[in-house]
Structure formats: structure tokens, C-alpha cells
């Protein structure tokens, strides 16, 4: 199983932006499919944003327009920068991976808070 550490959350206004990082514990990192999911209060958790080993991304329809994943694979890091941030996007945020064994792998989360 991967370790993930997710970092950046906090609280921002409406229309502001975040970067949240996820560092992972792994060796190969450069070759593992990494995800963000959130988790709304009182909602199920929601697919955010993938980017593959060979760098492609995809995106929830709703969001690719104002959120985008990337890689630095010297650091093992997975980022999700946002912008345009509305409350709706207040959630906690998680990152995943299946690694390299088909294991679910999920960071603690990082609470993303958007409000005046």
C-alpha cells in the first residue's frame, strides 16, 4: 500500500484559488495512475481529477474548467491547483492510488473551506 500526504487545504474566499500537494511514499511513483476525490458534508465521496503515468488528465465535466492536476515525479508529488473557488467546492479533499498493486490507496484528506 502507497502512503499519501495531502497538504494545502485551508480556508479561501470565493473566487480565490488553492494548491493542494500529495506526496506519496513510493518508489515508482512515476508509473502510478494518481487521483483527487472530495468529500462534501453529508454528500458521498466524488471523483475530482486523474492524471495517468504517461501524464494524461481528466477531469470531472463540472470542474475541468477551473481545476487542474499535475505531477512532479522527482518529488512523488500529485498537485491539484483550483480556481475560481465557489462554496460548493468546500469539501474535503483526498488523494488516490491504486499503485502498482491494484490496492486502494488514500491519503487523511486536507479540508478545502470556501468562505467569506
Known amino acids: 500500500q502507497v502512503q499519501l500526504v495531502e497538504s494545502g487545504g485551508g480556508l479561501v474566499q470565493p473566487g480565490g484559488s488553492l494548491r493542494l500537494s500529495c506526496a506519496a511514499s513510493?518508489?515508482?511513483?512515476?508509473?502510478?495512475?494518481m487521483d483527487w476525490y472530495r468529500q462534501a458534508p453529508g454528500k458521498q465521496r466524488e471523483f475530482v481529477a486523474r492524471i495517468t503515468s504517461a501524464g494524461t488528465t481528466y477531469y470531472r465535466n463540472s470542474l475541468k474548467a477551473r481545476f487542474t492536476i499535475s505531477r512532479d515525479n522527482g518529488k512523488n508529488t500529485v498537485y491539484l491547483q483550483m480556481s475560481s473557488l465557489t462554496p460548493e467546492d468546500t469539501a474535503v479533499y483526498y488523494c488516490h492510488t491504486l499503485g502498482g498493486s491494484g490496492i486502494d490507496s488514500w491519503g487523511q484528506g486536507t479540508q478545502v473551506t470556501v468562505s467569506s
Open positions: 513510493a518508489n515508482i511513483f512515476s508509473s502510478y495512475t
